[in-house]
């Protein structure tokens, strides 16, 4: 994800003079293509995210087309209120990239892990949120965020997961991808994940052949005729998100779903708390209880308990 | 009109407002009236019919606080009417207690601190890159000083010699509960704003001809270093009962104040 990431900035900065890469001294590595292509567009902010945004604000006002990039503990965290008031109140055209989302930093503790930005970035007007979940999703993402002409937050999560589709995407903001039916025959569970937990969910459904698997890239604005339809066909969704279950997709399908009767959500994320211990991303998925083997007993549960009600 | 630009008359313009609107903050712009007249008079490049002109200079009010004396000002331009000025505050109306950037003639929307010199910096900046000689002015308030990311702006335009870019400091010795030195002492800010490669003046922010002085002799000297004005200013100047008397961060006009207020303009 990171290399089309770095690609599309390069081919995204050739063809816009006007495009701007500003980092609050992070990523390292991550821009050697675009400094060595056009070194006039990066440029290092220094660690001081709270100017960044506000000098964004001030350079989009003048033409240009910043992207903000920065770890997402701090990327929008730490920034909340220059985003709110600097460029979504004037509703500029500043795209923020928020890397390392979730528990990529499992090893360096809370202040590097990010798990409360799409609750908090989606109660800002005028910002459009996305949560890639693979090299094809996120290439789509950047497409539209920098041709909406708007205030974006992309959430990068862990990267190297590997790739759940296979082939260039083209959806719309807002737009559910189904990737798998469920089996009508069976309980009707679909799981919708975002993000890094994409390649988990397809993961899982291979332990679980009647789950029905959807992605989440576009979580801001949401295509609610989506989320119902999806209601309309299941007994049960279970969203999968590596974010709190407070204010992220689980809260976002559950808004929808509210309206729908017989559609029950189970939002499986993380509970309300910081991390504990040290450990491997692997661990502190673990320890969240958002691994594999956590996730397939809380699915099975799902099934099982989906099954029953059907009767 | 530019030639009703005059210390007086903006006075009476904020007085008007803070008293039909029942307002706060009437210290915070009393204080700025001589910096924003000398800046709208003589420096300020903007087009008198199109104050969105992309070519205009920047005048940015970080200090959110003190927007009624940009309004009065604005008013003398003829970008406010007389009747936008008596309805303030009114419900469904456009001008808030706060600088807005929706409203045409401010650029950013400010009051919580520390967030117009980011952005001033950020305009200034941009300038710089499209190499157009555009002038940025920000007025700050020296309790705004206490936040940090001034402090991350002013290191970066030092860095980056936006010479282009001046800074104003409405040091009027007062913030919000009490005298800026007994919460956090400024008595080296001169030396701390030079010590990140800004050229700085102190002047009297009551004297036109200082201030003009100032802003025509940093420019003239600016040589890639961005330039600083510290205004020492008088929290409530005009007023003689408002006169540093942080009450009147807070405190409203009634018709006999307003009255008392409006008999010591005329003297």
């Given at each position: 994800?990171?290399?089309?990431?770095?690609?599309?900035l390069v081919?995204?900065?050739?063809?816009?003079?006007?495009?701007?890469?500003l980092?609050?001294?992070?990523?390292?590595g991550?821009?050697?293509?675009?400094?060595?292509?056009?070194?006039?567009?990066?440029?290092?902010?220094?660690?001081?995210?709270?100017?960044?945004?506000?000098v964004?604000?001030?350079?989009?006002?003048?033409?240009?087309?910043?992207?903000v990039?920065?770890?997402?503990a701090?990327?929008?965290?730490?920034?909340?209120?220059?985003?709110?008031?600097?460029?979504?109140?004037?509703?500029?055209?500043?795209?923020?990239?928020?890397?390392?989302a979730?528990?990529?930093?499992?090893?360096?503790?809370?202040?590097?892990?990010?798990?409360?930005?799409?609750?908090?970035?989606?109660?800002?007007?005028?910002?459009i949120?996305m949560?890639?979940?693979?090299?094809?999703?996120?290439?789509?993402?950047?497409?539209l965020?920098?041709?909406?002409?708007?205030?974006?937050y992309?959430?990068?999560?862990?990267?190297?997961?590997?790739?759940?589709?296979?082939?260039?995407?083209?959806?719309?903001?807002?737009?559910?991808?189904?990737?798998?039916?469920?089996?009508?025959?069976?309980?009707?569970?679909t799981?919708?994940?975002?993000?890094?937990?994409?390649?988990?969910?397809?993961?899982?459904?291979?332990?679980f052949?009647?789950l029905?698997?959807?992605?989440?890239?576009?979580?801001?604005?949401?295509?609610?005729r989506?989320?119902?339809?999806?209601?309309?066909?299941?007994?049960?969704?279970?969203?999968?998100?590596?974010?709190?279950?407070?204010?992220?997709?689980?809260?976002?399908?559950?808004?929808?779903?509210?309206?729908?009767?017989?559609?029950?959500?189970k939002k499986?994320?993380?509970?309300?708390?910081?991390?504990?211990?040290c450990?491997?991303?692997?661990?502190?998925?673990?320890?969240?209880?958002?691994?594999?083997?956590?996730?397939?007993?809380?699915?099975?549960?799902?099934?099982?308990?989906?099954?029953?009600?059907?009767? | 009109?530019?030639?009703?630009?005059?210390?007086?008359?903006?006075?009476?313009?904020?007085?008007?407002?803070?008293?039909?609107?029942?307002?706060?903050?009437?210290?915070?712009?009393?204080?700025?009236?001589?910096?924003?007249?000398?800046?709208?008079?003589?420096?300020?490049?903007?087009?008198?019919?199109?104050?969105?002109?992309?070519?205009?200079?920047?005048l940015?009010?970080?200090?959110?606080h003190?927007?009624?004396?940009q309004?009065?000002?604005?008013?003398?331009?003829?970008?406010?009417?007389?009747?936008?000025?008596?309805?303030?505050?009114?419900?469904?109306?456009?001008?808030?207690?706060?600088?807005?950037?929706?409203?045409?003639?401010?650029?950013?929307?400010?009051?919580?601190?520390?967030?117009?010199?980011?952005?001033?910096?950020?305009?200034?900046?941009?300038?710089?890159?499209?190499?157009?000689?555009?002038?940025?002015?920000i007025?700050?308030?020296?309790?705004?000083?206490?936040?940090?990311?001034?402090?991350?702006?002013?290191?970066?335009?030092?860095?980056?010699?936006l010479?282009?870019?001046?800074?104003?400091?409405?040091?009027?010795?007062?913030?919000?509960?009490?005298?800026?030195?007994?919460?956090?002492?400024?008595?080296?800010?001169?030396?701390?704003?030079?010590?990140?490669?800004?050229?700085?003046?102190?002047?009297?922010?009551?004297?036109?001809?200082?201030?003009?002085?100032?802003?025509?002799?940093?420019?003239?000297?600016?040589?890639n270093?961005?330039?600083?004005?510290?205004?020492?200013?008088?929290?409530?100047?005009?007023?003689?009962?408002?006169?540093?008397?942080?009450?009147?961060?807070?405190?409203?006009?009634?018709?006999?104040?307003?009255?008392?207020?409006?008999?010591?303009?005329?003297?």
């Amino acid at each position: 994800m990171r290399d089309t990431f770095s690609s599309k900035l390069v081919d995204l900065a050739h063809s816009d003079p006007k495009l701007l890469l500003l980092t609050g001294d992070h990523g390292y590595g991550l821009f050697n293509s675009l400094r060595e292509a056009r070194p006039q567009q990066f440029i290092n902010m220094g660690i001081a995210e709270q100017n960044m945004v506000g000098v964004a604000a001030g350079l989009s006002r003048v033409g240009f087309k910043p992207i903000v990039y920065g770890l997402s503990a701090f990327i929008p965290i730490r920034v909340l209120e220059q985003i709110k008031l600097d460029v979504c109140h004037d509703n500029l055209p500043v795209i923020f990239i928020g890397d390392g989302a979730g528990f990529v930093y499992s090893h360096l503790g809370t202040s590097h892990q990010s798990t409360e930005d799409i609750a908090v970035t989606r109660a800002i007007p005028n910002l459009i949120v996305m949560s890639p979940g693979d090299r094809f999703e996120l290439a789509r993402c950047i497409d539209l965020a920098y041709d909406s002409n708007l205030p974006v937050y992309i959430r990068l999560g862990k990267a190297d997961r590997g790739d759940v589709h296979s082939k260039n995407l083209i959806f719309n903001l807002g737009d559910l991808i189904h990737l798998k039916e469920p089996d009508p025959s069976d309980t009707r569970v679909t799981l919708v994940a975002t993000g890094s937990m994409l390649k988990m969910a397809s993961l899982l459904c291979e332990s679980f052949p009647s789950l029905g698997l959807v992605s989440a890239p576009s979580l801001k604005p949401i295509n609610a005729r989506h989320i119902k339809d999806l209601c309309e066909k299941n007994h049960t969704i279970i969203t999968l998100e590596e974010h709190s279950i407070y204010g992220g997709l689980g809260s976002i399908i559950s808004d929808v779903a509210a309206s729908m009767s017989h559609a029950t959500v189970k939002k499986l994320g993380i509970q309300d708390r910081f991390s504990e211990h040290c450990g491997s991303y692997e661990y502190l998925l673990s320890e969240h209880k958002i691994d594999f083997e956590s996730l397939k007993v809380e699915i099975y549960n799902c099934i099982y308990s989906s099954e029953q009600a059907a009767g | 009109m530019k030639n009703t630009l005059i210390s007086k008359q903006i006075r009476r313009n904020i007085l008007e407002m803070a008293f039909h609107g029942s307002t706060v903050h009437l210290g915070c712009a009393l204080c700025l009236v001589e910096i924003f007249a000398v800046i709208y008079r003589n420096h300020l490049n903007y087009d008198y019919f199109n104050p969105s002109d992309p070519s205009r200079d920047f005048l940015i009010l970080s200090k959110g606080h003190g927007v009624m004396a940009q309004y009065a000002c604005m008013r003398e331009l003829g970008w406010l009417t007389q009747e936008t000025l008596l309805n303030y505050f009114g419900d469904g109306t456009d001008l808030k207690g706060l600088s807005d950037s929706r409203v045409q003639g401010l650029e950013v929307t400010s009051g919580s601190l520390g967030h117009g010199l980011s952005v001033g910096v950020g305009i200034a900046f941009g300038h710089k890159i499209k190499n157009v000689s555009q002038k940025t002015f920000i007025i700050v308030g020296d309790g705004e000083l206490n936040e940090g990311p001034c402090w991350e702006a002013i290191q970066f335009a030092g860095h980056h010699q936006l010479q282009d870019l001046l800074i104003i400091v409405d040091k009027n010795n007062f913030q919000a509960m009490d005298e800026t030195a007994a919460i956090i002492n400024q008595d080296n800010l001169k030396n701390q704003i030079e010590s990140f490669n800004f050229n700085v003046m102190e002047v009297d922010g009551h004297n036109e001809l200082e201030i003009d002085n100032a802003i025509n002799n940093l420019y003239e000297r600016r040589n890639n270093r961005p330039s600083c004005i510290i205004a020492n200013t008088i929290k409530g100047k005009g007023v003689s009962f408002m006169e540093n008397k942080n009450e009147w961060h807070y405190l409203r006009l009634n018709q006999a104040l307003y009255d008392a207020a409006l008999i010591e303009l005329e003297r």
